[in-house]
C-alpha cells in the first residue's frame, strides 16, 4: 500500500504545488476564507468525494467512502485561514492581498489536506472505512473548530487526525508528540472597584491601582507556590488601564490577560484558582471586583494508539531518521482541541525548513516553507490512514 501511497502522491506532486502556489497568492482573513472554500471544494468534487459547504460558517466537509468493510469514520483535519500581516518574501507567487498572508502555513495544511483526498480518492476500493476531510475556517482566532462542531462536523468520527507546520524542523522530516502538544489558552479579565480621593489623604480611600498591583504580584507567587510546579502554568497580565491624574487616587483599574496551562485538571480548576485569589485580596482592603474568565481552548492532548499510528507510519513512510518524537510542548494554542472534546485523535508537526537558509518563525512577514513538505505530509497521512484501518479499535 505504501507502494502505491507513494507513486500516486509522486504524479500528483507538481498539481499539488501548484494548488499550494494558488492558496498562497490568494490569502483569506480567519471568517473570510469564501474563495478558498469554494475552491477547496471544487478539488475534492473534481476527486468524486461528496461536498458539504458551509459547515461552520465558511468550512468545507467531504466526505469519502470506504468498501464498507470496516463501518468506523477517520477524520483529517487541516486548516484555511490566513493572518493580518504584510508579506515580505520575494516569491513570485506572494500575497496579492495587502495586508494579508499564510504566515502560519495554512496553505500547506489545506494543500495537504487535497492532496490526501486525491490520493485515498484513487484508493477508496482499498479502503475499508470512510473518510472524513475537514478544512477548517479561522484558527487564528480560535473559533473555526468550534462553529464546525456546533454544525455536525465531528459528529460520528471515530479518530481524527492533523498537522501542523514547523519551521524548526527540517522539510522532509516530521515531529511527533506523545500527550501535551500545545497549551490550554483562556482570557482573563479583572476588575477592581475602590474609592476615589485625594492622593494626599488615601486613608478616605480605596486605591484600585495599588490593590490591582497586589492582585497580580499574590497571582504571580501563588502559582510558584500553591501550583504542582510539574504542570505549568504562564500567566500574563498584558493590559492594564486606571487612573484619572497624578494626584487622584484612582478608584477602577480593568486588566487583561493570557492564562496557558498544559494540564487538564490545572486546566479546569484555574477560573476558580484565580477567583479566590482576587476575591481574598480584594476583600482584604474593601474593594469590590468582577472575574471575567473565558475559556477559548484546552490544550491538544494527543491520544496514545493514535500517535503510536502517525509514528509508525512516519517511520516507515519517511526513515525513521526523519522521525523525531519531540520532547517537550508548546505553550501555544490550537483549537484541534475541541475536535478532540469529541473523538480522540493525534496532531504532528510538519518539517517544513529548507536545510541550509534561515528559517523565519511562524507568524513572519518572510515566513517561508520547503515545498517538497507537502509530499511528507501527504505520504504520512494516507499511510496513517491504513495504519488505522489495521488497527481494530
Ligand atoms: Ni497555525
Avoid at 111 to 128: D, K
Wanted: glycine share 8%; aromatic share 6%.
Amino acid at each position: 500500500m505504501l507502494v502505491q501511497i507513494k507513486e500516486i502522491a509522486d504524479k500528483l506532486l507538481p498539481r499539488l504545488i501548484e494548488i499550494r502556489r494558488h492558496i498562497h497568492s490568494h490569502p483569506e482573513l480567519s471568517g473570510q476564507e469564501y474563495q478558498t472554500a469554494a475552491y477547496v471544494a471544487g478539488v475534492l468534487s473534481s476527486c468524486g468525494i461528496h461536498v458539504q459547504e458551509n459547515v461552520g460558517k465558511t468550512g468545507v466537509v467531504g466526505n469519502l467512502r470506504g468498501n464498507g468493510t470496516d463501518e468506523r469514520i477517520l477524520a483529517i483535519r487541516t486548516d484555511m485561514d490566513a493572518l493580518p500581516i504584510e508579506e515580505r518574501t520575494s516569491l513570485d507567487f506572494a500575497s496579492c492581498k495587502p495586508g494579508v498572508m499564510h504566515a502560519c502555513g495554512h496553505d500547506v495544511h489545506t494543500t495537504v489536506g487535497l492532496g490526501t483526498a486525491m490520493v485515498l480518492s484513487q484508493l477508496a476500493e482499498q479502503s475499508p472505512g470512510n473518510i472524513r476531510f475537514i478544512f477548517q475556517p479561522a484558527e487564528e482566532i480560535a473559533q473555526g473548530a468550534s462553529w464546525m462542531v456546533q454544525d455536525g462536523a465531528i459528529r460520528d468520527v471515530d479518530a481524527i487526525f492533523g498537522l501542523h507546520v514547523f519551521p524548526s524542523i527540517q522539510a522532509r522530516s516530521v515531529g511527533i508528540r506523545y500527550g501535551a502538544l500545545t497549551a490550554a489558552a483562556d482570557d482573563l479579565e479583572i476588575f477592581i472597584q475602590g474609592e476615589s480621593g485625594h492622593g494626599a489623604r488615601p486613608h478616605e480611600a480605596i486605591d484600585a491601582i495599588w490593590i490591582a498591583s497586589q492582585v497580580i504580584t499574590t497571582l504571580q507567587q501563588a502559582i510558584s507556590r500553591t501550583q504542582n510546579p510539574l504542570r505549568p502554568i504562564v500567566l500574563t497580565i498584558g493590559q492594564i488601564n486606571g487612573g484619572r491624574a497624578a494626584n487622584v487616587i484612582a478608584d477602577q483599574v480593568r486588566m487583561a490577560g493570557t492564562v496557558r496551562s498544559l494540564h487538564p485538571e490545572t486546566h479546569s480548576n484555574l477560573p476558580q484558582w484565580i477567583e479566590d485569589i482576587v476575591a481574598n485580596v480584594c476583600n482584604t482592603y474593601q474593594a469590590k471586583y468582577q472575574v471575567n474568565y473565558r475559556r477559548r481552548v484546552p490544550s491538544v492532548q494527543n491520544d496514545l494508539q493514535l500517535t503510536q499510528i502517525l509514528e509508525s507510519a512516519s517511520r516507515e513512510a519517511l526513515g525513521t531518521e526523519n522521525v523525531e518524537i519531540l520532547p517537550e510542548p508548546s505553550l501555544g494554542s490550537e483549537d484541534f482541541s475541541l475536535f478532540l472534546e469529541h473523538a480522540p485523535g493525534a496532531m504532528f508537526r510538519l518539517g517544513v525548513g529548507f536545510p541550509e537558509q534561515e528559517n523565519y518563525p511562524l507568524h513572519h512577514p518572510q515566513f517561508e516553507v520547503d515545498e517538497s513538505a507537502i509530499l511528507t505530509g501527504v505520504v504520512t497521512l494516507a499511510y496513517a490512514t491504513y495504519k488505522y484501518w489495521q488497527n481494530n479499535h
